[in-house]
């Protein structure tokens, strides 16, 4: 039966809570806590202890890896991070699921600021200052989107005012460039280096991470919930449902119509990620889910 296959499943019908929007209340929630309580109780030396530095991970303060990410230098910078992390979250949490997707944000995170302790080590100056700010992290689901979605539109304002058109391969193509040259030319307190080392982690979780365990002979009864996960993902353009019987067997017994159309897309997906899908390839998937829905 169609409905059998695992990656066909709808599961329970229970809303839950989006992480994207969690994501963004806990951000809001620890900046109020660091700007006007945790100083008043610890003294202001909780900003050094929390704050991600050189000087700190020297000392084995690890957990800076992960506090930094929860503090800002002001409500803009925050507001721009959670902002962020708003648009381009929602997607990318509905087609990597909640698990991978708290992975990918807190990885990148982490990676981002690695990145900028070593070129704090290596070049010192700007580079050497404490880092606050869930940039890293936004940056790694901006890379994320870009990679699942590359051509889908964008419309993005400059300096907040002027509106421009982008698509989203050219939006981290531009903000890879901005990182970069914020390395070699510092002349900001911008973090360039751990919105490089996000970026780079988001481009390499969905390309390669996220397929893993699809590609280790020993694992592949782990093998069908990624899949599952990323046919969630909505097709780029509008599905049109009122296609000729030439786009695709749609007249085929279920297990049939499996066989020979749904399951060679699922094996492109574990070979070449969900961004490799045609427009046809992503309405195949959507029909075989309506024909879940109604059974």
Same mark, same amino acid.
């Given at each position: *039966?169609?409905?059998?296959?695992?990656? *066909?499943?709808?599961?329970?019908?229970?809303?839950?809570?989006?992480?994207?929007? *969690?994501?963004?209340?806990?951000?809001?929630?620890?900046?109020? #806590?660091?700007?006007?309580?945790?100083?008043?109780?610890?003294?202001?030396?909780?900003?050094?202890?929390?704050?991600?530095?050189?000087?700190?991970?020297?000392? !084995?303060?690890?957990?800076?890896?992960?506090?930094?990410?929860?503090?800002?230098?002001?409500?803009?910078?925050?507001?721009?991070?959670?902002?962020?992390?708003?648009?381009?979250?929602?997607?990318?949490?509905?087609?990597?699921?909640?698990?991978?997707?708290?992975?990918?944000?807190?990885?990148?995170?982490?990676?981002? !600021?690695?990145?900028?302790?070593?070129?704090?080590?290596?070049?010192?100056?700007?580079?050497?200052?404490?880092?606050?700010?869930?940039?890293?992290?936004?940056?790694?689901?901006?890379?994320?989107?870009?990679?699942?979605?590359?051509?889908?539109?964008?419309?993005?304002?400059?300096?907040?005012?002027?509106?421009?058109?982008?698509?989203?391969?050219?939006?981290? #193509?531009?903000? !890879?460039?901005?990182?970069?040259?914020?390395?070699?030319?510092?002349?900001?307190?911008?973090?360039?280096?751990?919105?490089?080392?996000?970026?780079?982690?988001?481009? #390499?979780?969905?390309?390669?991470?996220?397929?893993?365990?699809?590609?280790?002979?020993?694992?592949?009864?782990?093998?069908?919930?990624?899949?599952?996960?990323?046919?969630?993902?909505?097709?780029?353009?509008?599905?049109?449902?009122?296609?000729?019987?030439?786009?695709?067997?749609?007249?085929?017994?279920?297990?049939?119509? #499996?066989?020979?159309?749904?399951?060679?897309?699922?094996?492109?997906?574990?070979?070449?990620?969900?961004?490799?899908?045609?427009?046809?390839?992503?309405?195949?998937?959507?029909?075989?889910?309506?024909?879940?829905?109604?059974?």
């Amino acid at each position: *039966m169609l409905e059998d296959r695992p990656y *066909m499943r709808r599961g329970s019908f229970r809303v839950q809570p989006s992480v994207t929007l *969690m994501l963004v209340i806990a951000n809001i929630v620890a900046f109020i #806590l660091h700007r006007y309580v945790l100083p008043r109780v610890f003294g202001p030396a909780i900003e050094s202890d929390l704050a991600l530095s050189v000087n700190g991970l020297k000392h !084995g303060h690890v957990w800076q890896l992960l506090t930094f990410q929860f503090m800002h230098a002001g409500w803009i910078h925050l507001l721009l991070n959670c902002w962020a992390i708003f648009m381009f979250g929602r997607e990318v949490e509905e087609s990597l699921g909640r698990k991978s997707f708290l992975t990918l944000y807190f990885t990148s995170g982490i990676i981002g !600021g690695l990145f900028q302790t070593l070129f704090g080590v290596l070049l010192g100056g700007a580079f050497a200052a404490s880092v606050v700010g869930a940039s890293a992290g936004a940056f790694g689901l901006v890379a994320a989107f870009a990679v699942l979605y590359p051509e889908r539109p964008l419309m993005l304002l400059l300096f907040f005012i002027i509106p421009i058109n982008m698509r989203a391969k050219f939006l981290l #193509l531009f903000s !890879g460039i901005i990182a970069v040259l914020g390395i070699l030319f510092p002349a900001d307190n911008v973090a360039h280096a751990a919105h490089l080392g996000g970026m780079l982690t988001g481009i #390499l979780f969905v390309r390669y991470v996220i397929h893993w365990n699809l590609r280790w002979p020993g694992l592949r009864r782990n093998r069908r919930e990624p899949l599952r996960r990323l046919v969630k993902v909505p097709s780029q353009k509008p599905a049109m449902w009122g296609g000729t019987k030439d786009e695709m067997d749609e007249d085929l017994p279920p297990q049939e119509f #499996l066989s020979k159309e749904v399951d060679p897309i699922l094996e492109k997906i574990s070979a070449q990620g969900i961004q490799s899908l045609t427009d046809r390839e992503r309405l195949i998937l959507e029909k075989a889910r309506a024909k879940v829905g109604k059974r």
